[in-house]
């Protein structure tokens, strides 16, 4: 079991094109919900956790997230970054563009756009055992799926292996091996595929998750998030 420092990245190179015009002018890791910048509920979560080191990639209105996290002194560890071109590389794209920052063990990996009151400590424990030898590559948070992706993305098995058809929701946070990326060049490539071709040789397994969740895309979604949290 690994005992090298936990890293993790935060997705956060989306344009956020269905929360303009909000994000015309901010980037949407930036947006508040509850009066605090979205992407911060993700850095205090990872730093309660114990992570150590945060690679966040942006594309879209970067220096902006440079300015307002700065080096990720307040919350007690270090934040590098990964820009992106214009438009960015899509996630497993902003992934692999990271490698070089994240390292050769399993990192975590939270979207910039979605809250959950999920403990990250469990995670941490992934991190700490997915040694990427084969047995198995990535770890996923599923959620029962919300009305806007009534179809879902993935399935569940009762061993905890992920199916690559089912009627659970990718929730966004997941612990990745760098060999699930191996031999791949940086590029404008989704997460999806290579997670699917993973599942069907058995190598994802993960959890489902019944707390609260919300993927902050759309104004509807941001304004519901906020009747039910703030206070």
């Not at 993790?8 to 509850?34: E, F, H």
């Not at 939270?110 to 400590?121: Q, S």
Request: glycine content about 10%; some cysteine; aromatic content about 6%.
């Amino acid at each position: 079991m690994s005992k090298q420092p936990v890293k993790a990245m935060i997705l956060a190179a989306g344009r956020g094109n269905r929360l303009r015009p909000l994000t015309d002018t901010i980037p949407k890791p930036l947006v508040p919900l509850c009066g605090k910048p979205l992407i911060e509920y993700h850095i205090e979560k990872l730093a309660a956790a114990g992570v150590q080191e945060i690679v966040i990639n942006h594309a879209w209105l970067g220096e902006q997230i440079e300015q307002a996290l700065g080096n990720g002194e307040r919350w007690g560890l270090k934040i590098v970054y990964s820009a992106e071109p214009e438009g960015g590389l899509e996630t497993a794209g902003g992934i692999i563009n990271a490698l070089p920052l994240l390292g050769d063990e399993a990192f975590l990996v939270v979207n910039g756009d979605v809250y959950t009151d999920m403990d990250f400590a469990p995670l941490i424990e992934q991190v700490r055992s997915l040694s990427g030898d084969g047995n198995r590559l990535a770890h996923l948070v599923l959620v029962p799926s919300p009305e806007f992706n009534a179809k879902g993305d993935f399935g569940l098995n009762t061993d905890s292996r992920v199916q690559s058809e089912g009627e659970h929701t990718f929730a966004g946070l997941s612990v990745l091996h760098p060999n699930l990326f191996k031999d791949m060049e940086v590029g404008f490539i989704k997460l999806a595929p290579i997670l699917r071709e993973a599942m069907q040789a058995g190598k994802v397994s993960g959890v489902l998750y019944e707390g609260f969740w919300s993927d902050i895309g759309t104004h509807e979604r941001l304004h519901e998030a906020e009747r039910l949290l703030c206070s």
